[in-house]
Each structure stands twice: as structure tokens, then as C-alpha cells.
């Protein structure tokens, strides 16, 4: 293997798609596409651009969803990539984005109602987290927001659910994966963790005679 040194431009080494919906300040609800969250415990820890209409909603109304699409969703996800509900646009995104009040529209996705929060679901992800940021800060640079939301309740399809648990099956569920500003699904399993909750054996179909 012979390394070299390069200078990437992004370092979205292949991350999870989320969804994020928030309510505006009149009352309707903003669908915004990012790549940058990971989970701690009940903690999702979500990096945002300061100027998007997301950071702006979560601070004064720190209630939202996070909504994991699947692979078959790219195409929905690709249809936001140049919308803003931020109005006027800023400055910086001009020359490329465009401002769209009806974000679910315009994506073809289905808005459902939250049990816990007020801004809604998406119907067509399979994994969906009712949450509530309960703390904003910037980041290092002081260019992003960084957001720690609490999850409040998990919906997951039932097709990727292991039957009678509340574990989400990880050979029926596979994540959109943004890998260096392209998309992918997960491939086909290698292995598992010792720490693992769903060992093969729970979700793999018994056989004949068992």
C-alpha cells in the first residue's frame, strides 16, 4: 500500500443522508438535506451551516426529525440540494441555491405527523427520530453550528425491524451514504462487533428442522 498526501476539498468519507424537518417562523415546515451526524447514546450530534434556514429554526424552536432515507431516496435528496428555505438567500449561496417554501413538495416526499414534536415525519424514510436540540454552539472555526439533539422517539418501518424487539434489523436496513459528494447503499455485510445487540442468528430465518 504507498500512501500520499493529498489535499482534499471535503472529507465526507462516507456518512449517513439525514433529513432534517423544523418549523419556520410562520408556522410551516422547513426539509433540509445533510451529511454530517453521528449518535451518542440518545444524542445525534448534527453539524449545520450558520447561514441555512435549519440552524435558524433550531434556535428558536429547537424541536425537529431526523429522517434517514434509504438508498432508493437519492434522487428525492438530490431535488433539495439546490433549495434554501432561508429567504432572502444569503449572500454566500446565491450563485447556486435557489429559495423554496414548499421543500416537501418539491422533493415528492410525504409529510406525517410527529407524536412528540411538531414539525412532521417523513413518511418514505424508513427511519425517523423525533428529537430536540438541547444544545447549539459554533464550532472550532466558528463557521458551523454544531447541535446536540436529544431523541425523544424512534419510528422504524416495520420491514427493518427484527420481529418482537425493538432492534432495527442490519441485514434488512441500509442507510444512503453520502461518500465524497456521491451517493451509495451499504454493500453487502462482512462481519459483526462483539458488542453487537442483533447477532446473525437473530435475524436470519431458522431452517429447516430447527
Given at each position: 500500500?504507498?500512501?500520499?498526501?493529498?489535499?482534499?476539498?471535503?472529507?465526507?468519507?462516507?456518512?449517513?443522508?439525514?433529513?432534517?424537518?423544523?418549523e419556520n417562523d410562520d408556522?410551516?415546515?422547513?426539509?433540509?438535506?445533510?451529511?454530517?451526524?453521528?449518535a451518542l447514546d440518545d444524542i445525534v450530534v448534527l453539524g449545520l451551516g450558520d447561514s441555512g434556514?435549519?440552524?435558524?429554526?433550531?434556535?428558536?424552536?429547537p424541536e425537529l426529525v431526523i429522517n434517514y432515507p434509504s438508498?432508493?431516496?437519492?434522487?428525492?435528496?438530490?431535488?433539495?440540494?439546490?433549495?434554501?428555505?432561508?429567504?432572502?438567500?444569503?449572500?454566500?449561496?446565491r450563485a447556486r441555491f435557489r429559495f423554496e417554501q414548499e421543500k416537501f413538495k418539491a422533493a415528492g416526499l410525504t409529510a406525517v405527523a410527529s407524536s412528540q414534536v411538531g414539525p412532521p415525519r417523513v413518511a418514505e424514510c424508513p427511519l425517523q427520530f423525533e428529537a430536540t436540540a438541547v444544545a447549539i454552539d459554533?464550532?472550532?472555526?466558528?463557521?458551523?453550528?454544531?447541535?446536540?439533539?436529544?431523541?425523544?422517539?424512534?419510528?422504524?418501518?416495520?420491514?427493518?425491524?427484527v420481529p418482537g424487539t425493538s432492534y432495527v434489523d442490519p441485514s434488512?436496513?441500509?442507510?444512503?451514504?453520502y461518500n465524497f459528494r456521491?451517493?451509495?447503499?451499504?454493500?453487502?455485510?462482512?462481519?459483526?462487533s462483539f458488542r453487537t445487540e442483533t447477532p446473525r442468528e437473530l435475524h436470519l430465518p431458522a431452517t429447516a428442522g430447527q
Open positions: 500500500m504507498t500512501h500520499l498526501t493529498i489535499e482534499p476539498s471535503i472529507l465526507y468519507v462516507g456518512t449517513p443522508v439525514a433529513l432534517l424537518s423544523t408556522g410551516t415546515f422547513n426539509l433540509a438535506p445533510m451529511s454530517s451526524a453521528w434556514q435549519t440552524g435558524h429554526n433550531l434556535r428558536q424552536r438508498p432508493a431516496q437519492w434522487e428525492a435528496v438530490e431535488r433539495m440540494a439546490t433549495l434554501t428555505g432561508r429567504n432572502p438567500v444569503p449572500a454566500a449561496k459554533f464550532d472550532a472555526g466558528g463557521n458551523f453550528l454544531i447541535v446536540q439533539a436529544k431523541v425523544l422517539q424512534v419510528h422504524a418501518d416495520e420491514r427493518i425491524v434488512a436496513w441500509s442507510p444512503l451514504i456521491h451517493y451509495f447503499g451499504l454493500g453487502n455485510e462482512l462481519g459483526e
